[in-house]
């Protein structure tokens, strides 16, 4: 079964999650997704606490619990003594319990990573090209996958969720940016890698578009939990991003929201761009080319951006004005609680591409919105392809998060 992710990731569950079904079976599954995903918010619970938090009596937590422990998603944790009332155990999601793929389409590069139910990345896989075309992604997809399955042990196998695709929309709009001959890219608008990869698959595929991916990683193994709201950046060779609304992922109808590298700002000339073109990492791929040097080590080595500090210094007090107006425009039509900002770059130079956007922010006319905090991310350079093998936990084991939002007490 192929599956294109659409609307709010977390939120597939339609029938229950809609309020419509009545099925014994459609309660049940509710019920275990929302106990994950509970779990997964607040780390480890008792079975007292999910009680208070889901409003269900104690005996239906048993059961579910039990449920999920016999399946292998839950696992116990050491005993709580020293409180009032019986000592307790808490749950916690077993890192075994289900596995997932994830696939990143870069601009130079594929990555593949298998990731454990905790967000673990248990390995990962990586092919460099001159640019991105459909017939080398899907060879080296089924190729890794080959090679990490049979690299898993029997009982492993089967715990497999699925395979998601983190990919840029549009992808033949990259011609120019990426340096492919003309109309070298044109086969992007009829490709389909969802069905060319899927029938070589024993498990689902999903696509989503890769920012967005990257703001669902975020949202389950980062800062996620942190606020209901917020928008989320994620600077890599084109900026990108993703929203979160009332504590779920909204894509969209088409899923392309939070497609913050078509915001309209003003460039160095006076005339107007869109920020994908002014606030990119290609603008430093271009200056350090510029400047007669190879910019190929920030792309391909952990430590490849030490090389390069007096081209990152300038890129960063140039793209953190524009980064500023596009988070006053994005607040002033939503409130958003926060700002996150990730991207493919080592953590000291998102550090300071946070502190630089928030003193741009500091110097603009706010009046009527709310200055948002600007927070840094935390899954980093592989929340792509993170996000990728999120999108079959979604589908499978999440639940949207609006009926979790009041479980703060």
């Known amino acids: 079964m192929s599956v294109s992710a659409e609307g709010s990731m977390g939120s597939s569950f339609r029938a229950s999650a809609s309020g419509r079904g009545t099925k014994q079976a459609d309660v049940r599954a509710y019920n275990e997704r929302l106990l994950l995903s509970l779990i997964r918010r607040h780390g480890s619970l008792t079975k007292a606490e999910t009680s208070r938090l889901t409003g269900l009596s104690a005996q239906s937590i048993s059961v579910i619990t039990r449920r999920l422990e016999e399946d292998g998603l839950l696992q116990r944790g050491d005993l709580l003594r020293g409180k009032i009332g019986q000592p307790s155990t808490p749950m916690a999601l077993a890192d075994e319990g289900a596995f997932s793929l994830g696939v990143k389409i870069g601009r130079r590069s594929v990555e593949l990573v298998l990731i454990d139910f905790v967000g673990h990345v248990r390995q990962s896989l ?57 109309g070298a890219m044109e086969i992007w608008r009829s490709a389909d890698l969802v069905t060319a990869i899927d029938q070589h698959m024993s498990f689902p595929v999903y696509l989503q578009n890769d920012a967005t991916a990257a703001c669902g990683a975020e949202f389950v193994f980062g800062r996620g939990h942190e606020f209901p709201n917020y928008l989320y950046l994620f600077i890599g060779f084109f900026i990108g991003g993703g929203i979160v609304l009332d504590g779920g992922v909204f894509t969209g109808p088409t899923g392309n929201a939070g497609a913050i590298g078509s915001f309209p700002v003003t460039g160095m000339d006076g005339k107007k761009v869109q920020l994908i073109d002014v606030a990119s990492a290609a603008n430093l791929e271009a200056r350090i080319r510029a400047a007669g040097l190879d910019p190929s080590p920030i792309w391909q080595k952990a430590d490849g951006w030490s090389g390069f500090s007096e081209f990152i210094d300038g890129w960063i007090d140039d793209i953190a004005p524009h980064l500023a107006n596009a988070i006053v425009g994005s607040c002033a039509v939503i409130d958003f609680s926060a700002v996150i900002i990730d991207g493919g770059f080592p953590d000291h130079v998102r550090s300071r591409i946070v502190e630089a956007t928030r003193h741009s922010l500091e110097r603009l006319n706010k009046q009527g919105i709310v200055s948002p905090p600007i927070m840094e991310g935390t899954v980093g350079n592989q929340a792509r392809a993170i996000g990728g093998a999120c999108l079959p936990f979604f589908d499978k084991f999440m639940l949207s998060s609006k009926p979790l939002l009041n479980d703060a007490a």
């Open 126 to 182: 990586r092919e460099a090209y001159a640019w991105p075309m459909p017939d080398a992604i899907i060879d080296f997809t089924l190729r890794s996958v080959t090679s990490i399955m049979s690299g898993l042990t029997p009982s492993e196998r089967p715990r497999v969720a699925g395979l998601g695709i983190a990919s840029p929309f549009d992808l033949w709009a990259w011609e120019d940016g990426v340096g492919a001959p003309k």
